[in-house]
């Protein structure tokens, strides 16, 4: 028979989530000053391009602070629990903190994954602006 989840590994799983957040969360910031450099600009690229662009790294940005937020919560909640329950610590079973405590954070991961597809969306939509100029000589006869 396989024991339980222990609540240590509970803990290390959501830091880690949170450690993944920030490392998207700096390339969409990074994204945003290619962008405020004026990296699509000379390429003749239509402004709806960049403002979709920055549509979807602020948007998600929004995304990934809720998610970095719920589960920095659901860590607190843990955290909680085994400071103020003398039979739970962090090498017990996930099963003997309470059902709140022991959840998954569903929805910030789904807005983890949401704001994965916001960012390549993203990042398309810059290599699309930055490389405009050779769409517009292959594909509608513009000058080199």
Known sequence: MQSSPKIQTRLRDLNNFITRVNWVAGGGAAL???????????????????SFLITFVVGAGAL????????????SKIE?????????????????????????????????????????ISMILFFLGTWWWLIDVFCWGGKL
């Open 80 to 120: 909680h629990e085994i400071e103020s329950n003398p039979n739970v610590q962090r090498d017990s079973e996930l099963t003997s903190l309470p059902e709140e405590a022991r959840l998954w954070p569903k929805y910030a991961h789904l807005a983890w994954e949401a704001a994965l597809v916001l960012i390549l």
């Open 64 to 75: 990934l602070a809720y998610a970095r937020a719920n589960f920095e919560l659901a860590i």
């Open 32 to 50: 945003l000053a290619l962008l405020a450099l004026g990296s699509t600009d000379s390429s003749g690229a239509p402004q709806l391009l960049s």
